[in-house]
Each structure stands twice: as structure tokens, then as C-alpha cells.
């Protein structure tokens, strides 16, 4: 049985439409007019015990609207969640003492508090034992590097230093499950690699599951077998990472520079993709034409200033599916 399971889940909100002047005031007033926009629009998806999963998408495109309703925070419209046998927003007690969350814009601290005190009190709202508290806060100071700024305000802590706080506040009550939300955001290169390092060890030994919300694909990819992309509410991708590469893995990309300015390059079996001034980006197929012949044809015609070639990386193909809406089976149109 899966440990979390959507089908068929859909949430709309209900936006006021208003008419201008006086007259429509009072219209508005006595008879509100609403227009209905899904948030999420039916997607369906399941996630096993102990996987750790990405979910990802444009700006809104329902990622945060699902997340709320696993969380036990929003109703859906439609449609039935579980998440470890729980409905989240009937048996909200009972999920939420299962659950850790980590929202990278908004902090679960309190924001004149020193952090400690901050903790102490979720140990108090979770009820944990002093043994399993005591254990648990030692692991997320080491692991974390929380020591330095321990008896801080959480108002006077930068960024990086929060999120680090509020990701370990949500591993101090053991939850099965995590819902993590920009969990890198404002962290450096070196503390990133630390926050990843950190999540992976905690799936590993104690078999959380984590469903990872993020536009940093590095995040997804250093922890991140799998990923579900949804865009305008809808599923548009569910596989593992290696899967989505094998199907853009035949596409690579040339970044020419020209010496004149050229608006449209004539070619075959090759697409340009963006162009900036006298730069233009080019994705083709090996299978379609060999890397020799397309540079051939683009000196034969065109005066080079410059050329890279490159191989697509996981962030373009994210990009071109995000424009597309789809993902394209072969990697091509």
C-alpha cells in the first residue's frame, strides 16, 4: 500500500469578479459574480514509504496548494489524499504529530525567541520525552552547525541561518514524513551541500519520507531518485531523473556567436532555441545530423565568430518542458 496516495485531486479557488463604477458596486454587493480557477486540476500520484521524491514546477503551478492539502492545511475541492492511511484534513491532530514541514519562505521559529527556547517549545507542543529530545537536538546541532548561533533570536539570524534552524526543529519529534519547501534557499555552495548530505543521511537511517519542493535542480538531483513535474495543476511528468534524461540524451546544444547580425538562420534538422543579439542557441539530434555537418553548414553560410558546444543539461530540459507544458517522449517536437 502506498504510503501517500492522490487520485483524481483538484482544488479551486473562487475569484471575485468586480464591476467598475457605482452601480457595480452595489451589483457586486448584492449578487457577487465569482470566476473558479483550479489550483490543481486533477493529478494523481502515489509515493512509497522511505522515497524521497521531487515535486516541481513554474510559479503557479500548484505545487504549494498540493503540499498544503498533504499537510492537512487546505480542503481539495475533489478528489481523495491519504497519507499513511490519515485523510490530512479530517484527521489533522493525528497527521500533523507525523509530519515535519519546512517552508523556505516562512518560518515555523518564533521570531523573538532565541532558537532554543523556540525548540523547547515544540518539544512541549509534540510532547517528546526528554530522552528522545535531548538525542535528537544533539544530532541536528552537529549535523547542522547550529552552535553558533543556538542563542540567537530567530529575528536576528540571516537567511541561511534560518532555514538551517527550521530544518532541524522539524526532525526533532521524529516525523515519518517531510514536506520540504526551498529548503537550500539563501544557503551558500558549501552549507547546500551540507542541507542535501544532511537529508539524504536522515532517508537513509531513519526512512523518512520527503517530498521536496525546489527551483534549484541540483537539489533534486543530489537527492532525488524520482520527480513529479505538474504545470497549470496538471501532471505532466512522473519518472525517475535517469529516465527523463535518456529521453533528451540525444539532444545537444550549439552556442554560436556571429560575427554579423543574422535575424533567422537557415537550417535543417536543428532548431534555434534563443538568440540574443548575435548569440544564438541551437539544439539538434546526433541522430539527425552529426555535430561536423551542422557547423560545416553554419560556416559555409554564416561568418562565426564563436562557437560551444554543449551537452542539454537537467535544468534546459526542465526548462523546454515548462514551455512546452509536455514532455516530449523523444526528447523533440
Known amino acids: 500500500m ?3 496516495k492522490v487520485e483524481n485531486l483538484r482544488k479551486d479557488y473562487r475569484i471575485s469578479r ?37 515535486f516541481i514546477g513554474p510559479n503557479g503551478a500548484g505545487k504549494s496548494t498540493t503540499v498544503k492539502i498533504l499537510s492537512g492545511i487546505l480542503h481539495p475541492t475533489s478528489g481523495s489524499v491519504t497519507v499513511d492511511g490519515l485523510v490530512p484534513y479530517r484527521e489533522r491532530k493525528r497527521h500533523v504529530q507525523r509530519i515535519g514541514v519546512v517552508l523556505g519562505q516562512k518560518s515555523q521559529l518564533w521570531w523573538d525567541l532565541p532558537v532554543y527556547e523556540s525548540y523547547d517549545m515544540l ?37 541561511g541561518q534560518r ?8 526532525f526533532l519529534h521524529d516525523p515519518d514524513i517531510l514536506f520540504l519547501d526551498e529548503p537550500t534557499i539563501g544557503l551558500d555552495v558549501v552549507a547546500k551541500e ?9 532517508n537513509r537511517e531513519r526512512g523518512i519520507t520527503m517530498l521536496f519542493t525546489t527551483h534549484d535542480m541540483q537539489d533534486i538531483e543530489k537527492t532525488c531518485r524520482r520527480m513529479i513535474i505538474i504545470d497549470h495543476g496538471r501532471k505532466v511528468y512522473d519518472g525517475s ?47 539527425d545530423i552529426a555535430v561536423q555537418d551542422l557547423i560545416g553548414h553554419l560556416n559555409r553560410h554564416y561568418a562565426i565568430a564563436d562557437l560551444e558546444l554543449r551537452d542539454t543539461e537537467i535544468e534546459s530540459i526542465i526548462r523546454e518542458i515548462y514551455r512546452d507544458g509536455a514532455v516530449h517522449s523523444a526528447g523533440v517536437r
Open 2 to 4: 502506498a504510503f501517500i
Open 18 to 54: 468586480r464591476s467598475r463604477g457605482f452601480l457595480g458596486l452595489l451589483a457586486n454587493l448584492v449578487a457577487p459574480r465569482y470566476t473558479v480557477k483550479p489550483a490543481v486540476d486533477g493529478i494523481d500520484f502515489s509515493i512509497d514509504k522511505g522515497e524521497m521524491v521531487g
Open 123 to 159: 518539544r512541549y507542543i509534540y510532547k517528546i520525552d526528554k530522552a528522545r529530545y535531548r538525542a535528537n537536538l544533539a544530532m541536528v546541532q552537529e549535523l547542522l552547525g547550529l552552535a553558533e548561533f543556538f542563542e540567537q533570536p530567530v529575528r536576528q539570524l540571516s537567511l
Open 163 to 170: 532555514m538551517k534552524a527550521d530544518l532541524g526543529a522539524a
Open 194 to 202: 551540507n542541507v542535501r548530505n544532511f537529508l539524504v543521511q536522515m
Open 241 to 287: 531523473i535517469r529516465d527523463i534524461r535518456a529521453m533528451y540524451s540525444g539532444e545537444r546544444e550549439l552556442v554560436v556567436e556571429l560575427a554579423e547580425e543574422c535575424l533567422n538562420l537557415e537550417l535543417e534538422h536543428a532548431r534555434v532555441v534563443h538568440q540574443d543579439g548575435r548569440v544564438k542557441r541551437i539544439k539538434f539530434r546526433n541522430a
